[in-house]
């Protein structure tokens, strides 16, 4: 069993600042790319921004230079660091993860989602 555990999402006015974190736990023996997508009502699922386990990024042109995403490898944890945040970043915000559990190949894992909404 796996699980994405998300936190750090809320309400935030124009300009400020959020940290999502993602936790994978459970029986884990590998973890290639992590991520975040978003999904705002109406629109499709979008990638925000990947890391892969060696520490190559890749981000969504809408965010590039006011997002961060980084991962601590130690702790099986991804972090998205959402900085000058407009109101078009609203939507619910989920943890990817490419995971091999032990004695099997990998697969795609996904958190539960956690809504960030940016209002004045």
């Known amino acids: 069993q796996v699980q994405l555990v998300e936190s750090g999402g809320g309400l935030v006015q124009p300009g400020g600042s959020l940290r999502l974190s993602c936790a994978a736990s459970?029986?884990?023996?590998?973890?290639?790319?992590m991520g975040w997508y978003r999904q705002a009502p109406g629109k499709q699922r979008e990638l925000v921004a990947a890391?892969?386990?060696?520490?190559?990024?890749n981000y969504a042109d809408s965010v590039k230079g006011r997002f961060t995403i980084s991962r601590d490898n130690a702790k099986n944890t991804v972090y998205l660091q959402m900085n000058s945040l407009k109101p078009e970043d609203t939507a619910v915000y989920y943890c990817?993860?490419?995971?091999?559990?032990?004695?099997?190949?990998?697969?795609?894992?996904w958190g539960q989602g956690t809504q960030v909404t940016v209002s004045s």
């Open positions: 990817h993860a490419k995971i091999m559990r032990y004695y099997s190949d990998y697969d795609n894992y």
């Open positions: 459970g029986s884990i023996f590998s973890i290639n790319a």
């Open positions: 890391i892969t386990s060696g520490g190559s990024t």
